[in-house]
């Protein structure tokens, strides 16, 4: 009985658009900081070395990136509100889910494989959930408004503008009047 309530819970407070992100995927998290009573964007660019718990309400990706020579991880709740945006860039070859080898390589040896994939559908998922979502709150408020009666609309007439015809002789005319 507590299971099923601490479901509904966790379900309620998941995002619904979260793309695919998986370990060697190159992301763009823009994430919401605050500073005072202001709000800004920043944005960490990285390889995923790690996915957590993806079908969770607390699903979470260590992001790993080299700033000025030092490597600089962070840590990123997939649902969490102050994460505003995840864009994959690019997708690697990988063959297991913690990449945490490459802490101790860098240069050359740091690279993954990468491989094709199509990153418009990828990063496009999310978009096309919210889409869903709103279709289906407009379709819930059409029904909701079906049970008010109809309301008289008033058509507003449209009046046509007359155009004048050009009169193209007349100063070409004046203008061989003119020369001669």
Known sequence: MSFS?????GDAQKKKAVPDVRSGDTVK???????????RLQVFEGVVIRADRKESHTARIVVRKIASGVGVEKSF?????LVEKIEITKRSKVRRNNLSYLRERSG?????????????????????ETEEAEAKDATENVESTKEEPEKEEKVEETTK??????????????ANAKEA
């Open 5 to 9: 309530i601490l479901k509904q819970i």
């Open 29 to 39: 998290v823009t994430q919401k900081i605050k500073e005072g009573d202001k709000f």
């Open 77 to 81: 709740l997939l649902h969490s509100p």
């Open 108 to 128: 050359k040896s740091a690279r993954l494989g990468s491989k094709d994939f199509d990153r418009v559908a990828v990063n496009n998922v999310a978009v096309e």
């Open 161 to 174: 503008v007359e155009e004048k015809p050009a009169d193209t002789e007349e100063p070409a005319e004046e």
